[in-house]
Nanobody, 124 residues
Framework: QVQLVESGGGVVQAGGSLRLSCVGT????????MGWFRQAPEKEREFVAA????????YSADSVKGRFTISRDNAKNMVYLQMNSLKPEDTALYYC?????????????????WGQGTQVTVSS
């Protein structure tokens, strides 16, 4: 059974940092592109960042470039999202996802597996 489980969310003040983690089980983790998406209340889900199976290439949304960093550890089946200089507009439910498609995968429909999400709340 495929599972992606996120952790690391919480409440943080503006300007603070959080590191999200996602562990994958039951899937060929080290062959898949991994991505992070987020969805704020009453807004559509949006792409945050993605990383190739090897970790060599990453791609981030303009809204988080220079603040968020995606990384992975294939030995542990883990993908991470380091979030610095957080802003209230970063408040959302953050999901990790795994996909087989062609790089870069920035559309939600290109991903095959999804986690349940972890909540990030940034207070002003």
């Amino acid at each position: 059974q495929v599972q992606l489980v996120e952790s690391g969310g919480g409440v943080v003040q503006a300007g603070g940092s959080l590191r999200l983690s996602c562990v994958g089980t039951g899937l060929p983790f080290n062959t898949l592109t991994m991505g992070w998406f987020r969805q704020a209340p009453e807004k559509e889900r949006e792409f945050v960042a993605a990383i190739t199976w090897s970790g060599v290439h990453t791609y981030s949304a303009d809204s988080v470039k220079g603040r968020f960093t995606i990384s992975r550890d294939n030995a542990k089946n883990m993908v991470y999202l380091q979030m610095n200089s957080l802003k209230p507009e970063d408040t959302a439910l953050y999901y990790c996802a795994a996909g087989r498609g062609s790089w870069p995968l920035i559309l939600g429909g290109e991903y095959d597996y999804w986690g349940q999400g972890t909540q990030v709340t940034v207070s002003s």
